[in-house]
């Protein structure tokens, strides 16, 4: 997928292994919001940013695929990614990975200084206030792990959301609660995970929002998948795709009801 839009920064899309995997219609809504935005955008052969090998220790399988990943965008001007731990582990974690590697620690900073979440880069970066979407009804925003505490990824959503025609934000009692996704915690420790969503799912009852937003694929499904067990009829919706205007696509786990 390449678009060429001219004068505007050439953008690296990380689509990231999810939503390549399990809803690609958001990596299409992050095309169309940066193409709006005056951007080129292609979408290199990429794989996965190597935070699970990361987290759970794997520092030579981490290096190796990090190593790839440098690669493929360093022709881009900026790197964006419609996940906020896809964006903190390439931005926060690349160079303390290569600490201290001649070969490498420069183009690991490099790569990091120039990698964003997907919606803090059009606020903070492109200067967006904007956008021309609507939806009809009432919505939360969860805020994932990553994105809020290493990214500081809070106001931006919301200050678009804000001007979603038709559509109402309604905020939680603690949006900023991990909803016990994590990754492979909710592998490790189901149990726990599961009393986590639990309360998560609590919470977005309590607003009576017809759906819930966030910014990563992961929560998205363990929040869905939660509510779905639970009866709950609250949608699930990666932000990126009610900003562009496509909702038109089965609203996350509901096309297995």
């Not at 990614?81 to 690349?94: D, L, V």
């Not at 290569?98 to 997907?118: C, I, M, Q, S, V």
């Not at 496509?246 to 509901?254: L, N």
Request: aromatic share 6%.
């Amino acid at each position: 997928m390449t678009t060429t839009r001219s004068g505007g920064p050439r953008i690296g899309l990380f689509a990231t292994c999810l939503v390549d995997l399990i809803r690609p219609s958001i990596g299409f809504a992050a095309a169309k919001l940066l193409e709006d935005a005056g951007c080129t955008v292609e979408v290199p052969p990429q794989t996965c940013c190597g935070q699970p090998a990361y987290n759970s220790g794997d520092r030579a399988d981490a290096k190796a695929i990090a190593r790839r990943t440098i690669e493929a965008f360093e022709p881009y001007d900026h790197v964006v990614a419609p996940s906020g731990s896809c964006s903190a582990t390439m931005s926060k974690h690349y160079p303390e990975l290569f600490a201290g590697d001649p070969a490498w620690e420069g183009r690991a900073r490099a790569h990091a200084a120039k990698t964003h979440e997907l919606v803090s880069f059009l606020v903070d970066v492109l200067s967006v206030t904007a956008v021309s979407a609507q939806w009809e009804g009432s919505a939360t925003y969860h805020d994932s792990c990553s994105g809020l505490r290493e990214l500081k990824v809070h106001a931006q959503p919301r200050n678009l959301l804000g001007g979603v025609a038709g559509l109402e934000l309604r905020e939680m009692a603690h949006p900023e609660v991990c909803c016990g996704f994590g990754g492979t915690f909710c592998v490790k420790y189901p149990d726990i995970s599961n009393v986590m969503v639990g309360r998560k799912t609590d919470d977005i009852a309590a607003t009576e929002a017809d759906m819930v937003l966030a910014g990563d694929l992961g929560c998205l499904m363990n929040i869905a998948g939660k509510l779905k067990r639970e009866g709950r009829r609250t949608e699930a919706r990666h932000v990126a795709e009610v900003l562009a205007g496509m909702t038109d696509e089965p609203a996350i786990g509901e096309a297995e009801r």
